[in-house]
C-alpha cells in the first residue's frame, strides 16, 4: 500500500511541478529549476499530501503545500551541491545543477526554487487565506536561520572545530539541517484542516533523525549507483555523525527506536495512519 500511494503522490506532484514550471518560459534558469525539481521520492510531498487525507482535506488544496516543500526541499539540494558548500558532482544519478550548467545559473535556480516554494504555499487554491499565511510563516521559519539554514550553518562551523561533536551536538545540527522541513511536511495537513499538529509535529522529530541516520549509513555502507550520490564524503571530510559515534550497528539500533517513537506518535488516528507508519519503517530500509 505504502509504495503504491508514495510513487501515485510523487505523480501528482511531479506533474502539478511541471504545469507550473511550463510557465516559466524556456531559459536556462527555468530549464535549471526543473531539472532540480525533477525525480527523488517526493517524500516530503508524500507527508503532505497523507497528513491532508487524515483531516480530511482534498488533494486539490493540499498539491500547493506538497510542491512547495519538493520545491524548497530542490533549493537546497541544489545549493548544498554547490563548490562552496558540500562541492558534489552527482544527485539522484544525474549531475548536478552547477556540473550541468554552471555555478551563477545553480545559485539563481535555487534561489528562483525558493521564492516558488512560497509562491505555492501561499496559491489561493491552498485554502483561507489565514490557512495560506500559516503555511507560508511556518515554512519560513522550518527553511531558514530557526531550521534547515542554521543546520547547514552548524554543519559548516563543524568541519572547523577543534573537536567532534557530541550526540547530541550532531543531534540539533541534524533537527535544523533534515529535521525542519520534514516536520513542515508532516505537520501541513493539520494546518490546512485547522486541527492540532501535535501528534504529526512529534512523528516527524523522530521520522527526520531516523531519515538522517539513515543517510549517515548509507554514506558508509553504500555506493554511488545505489545512492545516486558520491559516498563516503563524511570520513572523508572527518565528520562526525550518528555512524562515527554510535558505531553501524548503534547507529541502526537507534533508528529502529526511533521509528517506533514514530510510530507511537501516530496512535491519536488508529488505522487511517498506517501510511505513515509505512513511511517511517521505509526510511530506514531504502537504499538511496
Same mark, same amino acid.
Given at each position: 500500500?505504502?509504495?503504491?500511494?508514495?510513487?501515485?503522490?510523487?505523480?501528482?506532484?511531479?506533474?502539478?511541478?511541471?504545469?507550473?514550471?511550463?510557465?516559466?518560459?524556456?531559459?536556462?534558469?527555468?530549464?535549471?529549476?526543473?531539472?532540480?525539481?525533477?525525480?527523488?521520492?517526493?517524500?516530503?510531498?508524500?507527508? *503532505? &499530501?497523507? +497528513?491532508?487525507? @487524515?483531516?480530511?482535506?482534498?488533494? !486539490?488544496? /493540499?498539491?500547493? $503545500?506538497?510542491?512547495?516543500?519538493? =520545491?524548497?526541499?530542490?533549493?537546497?539540494?541544489?545549493?548544498?551541491?554547490?563548490?562552496?558548500?558540500?562541492?558534489?558532482?552527482?544527485?539522484?544519478?544525474?549531475?548536478?545543477?552547477?556540473?550541468?550548467?554552471?555555478?551563477?545559473?545553480? *545559485? &539563481?535556480? +535555487?534561489?528562483? @526554487?525558493?521564492?516558488?516554494?512560497? !509562491?505555492? /504555499?501561499?496559491? $489561493?487554491?491552498?485554502?483561507?487565506? =489565514?490557512?495560506?499565511?500559516?503555511?507560508?510563516?511556518?515554512?519560513?521559519?522550518?527553511?531558514?536561520?530557526?531550521?534547515?539554514?542554521?543546520?547547514?550553518?552548524?554543519?559548516?562551523?563543524?568541519?572547523?572545530?577543534?573537536?567532534?561533536?557530541? &550526540?547530541?551536538?550532531?543531534?540539533?545540527?541534524?533537527?535544523?539541517?533534515?529535521? /525542519?522541513?520534514?516536520?513542515?511536511?508532516?505537520?501541513?495537513?493539520?494546518?490546512?484542516?485547522?486541527?492540532?499538529?501535535?501528534?504529526?509535529?512529534?512523528?516527524?522529530?523522530?521520522?527526520?533523525?531516523?531519515?538522517?541516520?539513515?543517510?549517515?549509513?548509507?554514506?558508509?555502507?553504500?555506493?554511488?549507483?545505489?545512492?545516486?550520490?558520491?559516498?563516503?564524503?563524511?570520513?572523508?571530510?572527518?565528520?562526525?555523525?550518528?555512524?562515527?559515534?554510535?558505531?553501524?550497528?548503534?547507529?541502526?539500533?537507534?533508528?529502529?527506536?526511533?521509528?517506533?517513537?514514530?510510530?507511537?506518535?501516530?496512535?491519536?488516528?488508529?488505522?487511517?495512519?498506517?501510511?505513515?507508519?509505512?513511511?517511517?519503517?521505509?526510511?530506514?530500509?531504502?537504499?538511496?
Amino acid at each position: 500500500m505504502f509504495q503504491n500511494r508514495l510513487a501515485e503522490a510523487a505523480a501528482q506532484i511531479g506533474t502539478q511541478l511541471s504545469a507550473v514550471m511550463g510557465g516559466l518560459g524556456d531559459v536556462p534558469v527555468a530549464r535549471a529549476m526543473a531539472y532540480a525539481a525533477a525525480g527523488g521520492k517526493r517524500l516530503r510531498g508524500f507527508l *503532505v &499530501l497523507e +497528513g491532508a487525507r @487524515l483531516h480530511d482535506v482534498g488533494a !486539490e488544496r /493540499a498539491i500547493w $503545500p506538497a510542491c512547495a516543500i519538493e =520545491a524548497m526541499h530542490a533549493y537546497s539540494l541544489v545549493h548544498d551541491d554547490l563548490p562552496c558548500m558540500d562541492d558534489d558532482d552527482m544527485r539522484r544519478g544525474r549531475p548536478t545543477v552547477h556540473v550541468a550548467w554552471d555555478e551563477a545559473t545553480a *545559485v &539563481l535556480a +535555487g534561489d528562483a @526554487l525558493q521564492a516558488l516554494a512560497f !509562491e505555492l /504555499a501561499g496559491h $489561493p487554491d491552498a485554502g483561507p487565506a =489565514a490557512v495560506r499565511a500559516d503555511l507560508s510563516l511556518s515554512l519560513a521559519q522550518a527553511a531558514g536561520a530557526r531550521g534547515m539554514v542554521l543546520g547547514q550553518a552548524l554543519d559548516i562551523e563543524a568541519e572547523s572545530a577543534t573537536a567532534p561533536l557530541s &550526540l547530541d551536538a550532531i543531534t540539533r545540527l541534524q533537527q535544523g539541517k533534515t529535521g /525542519a522541513l520534514f516536520e513542515w511536511s508532516a505537520t501541513a495537513g493539520a494546518r490546512l484542516g485547522g486541527a492540532d499538529t501535535g501528534p504529526l509535529r512529534d512523528y516527524a522529530r523522530s521520522l527526520g533523525l531516523a531519515f538522517q541516520i539513515a543517510d549517515d549509513l548509507l554514506d558508509v555502507e553504500g555506493t554511488a549507483e545505489q545512492t545516486g550520490k558520491r559516498t563516503g564524503k563524511d570520513a572523508a571530510a572527518g565528520k562526525a555523525t550518528f555512524v562515527s559515534l554510535l558505531g553501524s550497528d548503534g547507529a541502526k539500533r537507534r533508528a529502529a527506536e526511533l521509528v517506533e517513537s514514530a510510530e507511537d506518535a501516530l496512535s491519536v488516528y488508529g488505522q487511517g495512519a498506517d501510511s505513515l507508519r509505512e513511511a517511517a519503517r521505509f526510511v530506514i530500509s531504502r537504499d538511496s
